[in-house]
């Protein structure tokens, strides 16, 4: 099993009534409310964290791709994962770029190849759809996001795999000369996550047999989180093999402090403001038109329209992991023992937790959590019984 | 190949792979409505008096209501092209084509590509267009309580239509407008860089309606289309928003069949 530390890099100093005012912290939230002498601090902080992570012995960081707001300040993982690459030690995971939101996805191609030499073939190169909002943001039609997915991701791994130069004519993207360099280090392609809050139409295509890329199941309550898994195994099986424990990854927020009383009142109102101020969206925001399916857009709306989400709240759906170490690693246990994911991400930064608390926070989990795990849990990857 | 069903007057062509719903009611010239973003549900009181005087059709446009969802269905020009072959296949000639809002933007794109089965052209609150410095409502990022405000001036239209509860086909039927919407008017919302360009080919009379308080696509992209439309006359009806034909619609009726009359109905 391996341990993994994802951070989002959210504007920590948001006013707290500007994504009420705007009704979200996306898309709409005047950057005027960005503080220009703020970024530099807060770039050299989130650095810290996730290289500390590394240094404590975490099996490799994680970065990721959002744009135009205030919930994560990365619209360019690469980046973060460039200066990341010159400084860690483990695996260097992009979780992801947004396949679909760029008109040439050869610049993905090409980044990834770039990082994956830099560091020596650690690269973990992830691909996802972006969030609904980020298709107001960038302009790109949510009704051609799975289309341009699957074509944009044909094109990165045909530009990885087949000798250059060759000609590329999809829909969307067409290319008279597909010839990158560099080329990545790792053969025959750099390993591919494909991280998502659950869509069975990606399950199917993630775990079919020429694929099997890792599914990453991200921020979803137990029940979501154990139906897409057992979907992802229940397609393997399909395509005639048993999912490794590594083509199964879980991402979630993590926090863990001497007691659990401890732990819950200084997570408390840090977890409250990720959910409910820097992850606010609206419907229209979130499920623009055709980005999911009419039944998936009509039943999740009917979730959101279920008000603000409390840490108790989710503490209890299995969306946030917090207490005192023997707390988290037990639950962790139970977790891994009932769903068999051979990938732990934890998001041990949100909202506004200040860096003090995330310090402390991902050396309890680098100490008190992972080691107890390590020893319990195979790391061989043998196939997942059923 | 057309089936008929004459209880409700609709009738489904099937066509390029795809079948349209449409309805077609009463006698006179030919008027074929293109319908705005929402669809139509049926026979409405303004399109009941207009069969008196006319053979009116409706059609659910592709992805739109009833109608299939075709392969082919990627932007505002295949339906363009698409109704150019429905009035080929219907045997269609000097039609008189209204369009509302985004039917008022098709109706543009088949105008300025084919106008020799027209007789007129009618745009009211007509998308299509972008002018620079005119601000308006998106669309896309409103809630459902915001649209009824936003689409009237008088806010008894608005209060009503808030009233209705919708049943769960309604919202399935919201859902499939909705997709066929963002499909073709998403990027760039709601109009087409290119049509501009070409407006001038249009060599039929043209009626330009509008309300003064439209928010979905304010007045000025009126007079937009009067300016580049060669033979077109604008009315503007005060105190009305974004549905004249329902705000105000013995008004709109009253231009309408005046257009109509004076130009060889």
Partial sequence: ?386 | MTAVDQSNETSTLNLLGCKVNYRRKGTGPTLLFLHGAAGVGGWTPWMLQLTERFDVIVPDHPGFGSSDTPEWFDNIHDLAYYYLDFIKALGLHDVHLVGHSLGGWIAAEIAVRDSSALKTLTLTAAAGLRIPGVERVDVFLLAPKDVPPALFFDQKFADAMSAHTKTDAEVDLDLKNGYAFARVAWQPRLYDPHLDKWLHRIDVPALILWGDADKIVPPEHAAEFKRLIPQATVEIFPHCGHLPQVEQPQAFLRALTTFIERNGA
């Avoid at chain 1, 912290?25 to 902080?45: C, Q, S």
């Avoid at chain 1, 068999?340 to 309890?364: A, C, K, V, W």
Wanted: aromatic share 12%; hydrophobic share 40%.
């Fill in chain 1, 1 to 386: 099993m391996k341990f993994f530390g994802i951070h989002l890099m959210p504007y920590t100093p948001l006013d707290p009534k500007a994504a009420d005012l705007y009704n979200s912290a996306w898309i709409t939230l005047p950057n005027t409310y960005f503080d220009r002498d703020e970024g530099h601090a807060l770039y050299e902080r989130f650095i810290k964290e996730l290289v500390a992570a590394d240094a404590l012995g975490f099996d490799g960081i994680c970065v990721n791709e959002h744009h135009q707001n205030a919930y994560g300040l990365m619209p360019i993982p690469g980046v973060i994962a460039g200066a990341l690459a010159q400084r860690v030690k483990g695996r260097l995971a992009v979780l992801g770029r947004a396949l679909p939101l760029v008109n040439n996805p050869l610049t993905i191609s090409e980044e990834y190849a770039m990082l994956d030499q830099m560091c020596n073939g650690r690269l973990i190169a992830g691909f996802v759809r972006g969030i609904g909002a980020e298709y107001h943001s960038t302009g790109i039609n949510p009704t051609e996001s799975h289309a341009r997915f699957h074509e944009a991701h044909d094109l990165i791994v045909q530009s990885w795999t087949r000798p250059g130069p060759f000609h590329f004519a999809g829909k969307y993207y067409d290319f008279e000369y597909v010839n990158p360099w560099p080329l990545p280090v790792q053969r025959p392609h750099p390993t591919i996550w494909i991280p998502s809050q659950g869509s069975s139409e990606t399950i199917e295509w993630a775990a079919s047999a020429d694929r099997r890329y890792t599914y990453l199941q991200t921020l979803s309550p137990t029940p979501v989180l154990r139906r897409y898994m057992d979907l992802y195994k229940q397609e393997c099986r399909k395509n005639g093999y048993e999912a490794l424990p590594e083509q199964l990854g879980w991402s979630t927020p993590m926090y863990v402090a001497k007691t659990d009383e401890q732990a819950y009142a200084e997570a408390k109102p840090h977890f409250d403001a990720f959910m409910n101020r820097f992850f606010h969206l609206t419907p229209e925001m979130l499920l623009p038109p055709g980005y999911s399916s009419a039944a998936s857009i009509k039943m999740m709306r009917s979730k959101l329209s279920s008000g603000k989400r409390t840490m108790e709240g989710c503490i209890e759906l299995g969306m946030f992991i917090c207490g005192s170490p023997k707390t988290v690693r037990e639950t962790l246990l139970a977790r891994q023992q009932e769903i068999g994911f051979g990938n732990l991400i934890s998001q041990f930064q949100f909202g506004t937790l200040p860096h003090d608390l995330t310090m402390r926070n991902i050396e309890y989990l680098a100490t008190d959590v992972w080691p107890f795990l390590r020893e319990r849990v195979a790391p061989s990857p043998e196939a997942v019984a059923s």
